[in-house]
């Protein structure tokens, strides 16, 4: 791989003979973001192999997810074998200078790398809730248990303290109601479930302590060269929502960590998001503009987002509108609508007055790309179509062994393989559920203690004499022959008539208070 410090990072270039000689990406507008598109086995993990070499080679870490499982060749000298070597010759390339690129290895699960862990409270409502998938309601909710949390001095780490949460909120809802509003157990419960959910699929695993420090991303070896982060996807693809919501995490937690520095002759961090349409699938519009809020404003903290997905139509324009380095793989073309999405992919580049890139999306090679790159002044320029450089590192995984060595040599070895259990929310709730038990049967055991034994006979006051009747007229006697007799006296028709209006008027009364209640909790009014 060819690398010039002062034009930037060598992607690709076109056959000898052809006016385009070198694409490269200047390392001054990495930060300005970019996108890598194009259909399945087309060469996307070979140009996102090769861009992390570029910038760990300037010094400059990067972080990108393993979905495949194949990017962990990095850490390895690559090796030219007689299938590349025969390419690179038809294509009039020469092979890249074999190297190896410092790599620290990550795994939500801790299997095939260090663990990565986020606290609830540090994920937040907004993102639980797009992990949960809950409706508008149900997320509401969700606010409000954060909310109390927050309120009562709660801490919220990991699964169990969420769910204890969940729990004490809904069994204490009429609690809550007046302060913080109306609190469902239908609410709950679908948060209870999709908690149950998360749990199934592993997603336990990333909550708790000691939570990942975005600090570990951001180092360089003893050479200069950046450390390339590689996070092990390939089961946490198996819960596509809970893979969305921890990039999206990171992302969001590098804007909130780093501080403002402006455009650098080369950016901080640049970090890869594969398969980035699952970020974006079924969410809510709420989410989408906190995502446009942040690719905006954190290439403003040296941070360069690269997005790879199949297809631009992928990526909601607000966002896509943000990415100005594109590299745009073959798309296949069978069906009227993949037709459509290539016109569409073809309108998102510069053109080019030599090359018709709406064709040459669909004859794009394996390892061909079309690439269009900001310029000095942070303009796209025109549309060439070249040839991605091979990798200097390995194509394809390590093995365990290897994959063992680097974690033990790493320099992030043993800072997250030991969980800590803090008291939290949990174990507050069950301390105050057994004070509460406790007292409860001290005060059963006490009762009757109280109420019974000689001394409570002896101070028992003596039953009060019959008091005597009082005098009845000639009118009382009256209303004894109408409405029965002395001793089981019923009531009379006036008597039932007066009950029926006051018991009448006092419902109707009742009904015009309780209309008032609700109408001033639910702002309503009356129509």
Request: proline share 5%; aromatic share 4%.
């Amino acid at each position: 791989m060819a690398l010039s410090d002062d034009a930037g990072i060598l992607i690709a270039q076109g056959p000898p003979g052809q006016k385009i000689a070198q694409c490269l990406l200047r390392p001054d507008k990495a930060n300005r973001h970019g996108l890598i598109t194009g259909a399945t086995g087309t060469g996307k993990t070979i140009t996102l192999q090769t861009l992390a070499e570029g910038f760990s080679s300037l010094g400059v870490p990067v972080f990108m997810a393993d979905v495949k499982g194949d990017l962990s060749g990095i850490s390895q000298v690559g090796k030219v074998g007689d299938k590349l070597a025969k390419v690179l010759v038809e294509r009039g390339l020469a092979p890249s200078a074999p190297a190896a690129f410092p790599t620290t290895l990550w795994d939500v699960f801790g299997e095939q790398g260090h663990p990565v862990r986020a606290t609830i409270s540090d994920l937040g409502p907004l993102l639980l809730a797009r992990m949960l998938n809950l409706n508008d309601t149900q997320a509401g909710v969700l606010q409000l248990v954060f909310k109390i949390a927050d309120d009562d001095g709660l801490m919220l780490l990991d699964m169990k303290d969420l769910r204890a949460m969940c729990q004490h909120v809904g069994d204490n809802a009429s609690d809550f109601t007046t302060e913080y509003g109306n609190i469902s157990a239908a609410s709950i419960g679908a948060i209870q479930r999709g908690l149950m959910q998360i749990e199934a699929q592993g997603g336990s695993h990333f909550f708790g302590e000691p939570m990942l420090n975005i600090a570990d991303f951001m180092q360089t070896d003893a050479n200069g060269k950046g450390f390339v982060n590689i996070l092990a996807a390939d089961k946490l693809m198996a819960a596509p929502r809970l893979y969305a919501t921890f990039l999206l995490w990171m992302l969001s937690e590098l804007f909130e960590t780093l501080p403002e520095v402006g455009d650098l002759d080369k950016p901080k961090l640049v970090f890869f998001f594969d398969e980035a349409h699952l970020l974006f699938a079924d969410a809510p519009k709420v989410l989408i503009e906190r995502i446009e809020l942040v690719v905006r404003l954190v290439r403003s903290k040296g941070v360069g987002v690269f997005f790879v997905t199949q297809n631009p139509l992928d990526i909601p324009d607000s966002v896509l509108a943000q990415l100005g380095n594109r590299v745009q793989h073959a798309l296949r073309a069978f069906t009227p609508r993949d037709q459509k999405a290539v016109k569409a992919a073809a309108d998102t580049m510069r053109g080019n007055a030599g090359l018709d890139v709406a064709a040459a999306i669909t004859e794009l090679g394996v390892g061909e790309a079309l690439v269009s790159l900001l310029d000095e002044k942070g303009r796209p320029s025109p549309t060439e179509r070249a040839y991605v450089l091979p990798p200097a590192s390995q194509i394809g995984p390590i093995s365990k062994d290897q994959r063992a060595d680097l974690q033990a040599q790493s320099i992030v070895a043993g800072a997250y393989e030991k969980t800590i259990d803090r008291a939290s929310a949990f174990e507050e709730l069950k301390g105050q559920a057994a004070a509460q038990a406790l007292a409860e049967k001290e005060a059963r055991a006490a009762a009757p203690a109280a109420g019974s034994g000689p001394a409570a006979r002896q101070q028992a006051p003596a039953p009060s004499a019959p008091e005597a009747a009082p005098e009845r007229g000639m009118l009382d006697e009256l209303g004894d022959l109408m409405g029965g007799g002395r001793e089981r006296r019923r009531a009379s028709v006036g008597e039932q008539i007066l009950k029926s209006a006051a018991s009448s008027i006092g419902r109707e009364v009742g009904r015009q208070i309780i209309r008032g209640v609700l109408g001033s909790i639910l702002g309503g009014g009356r129509r």
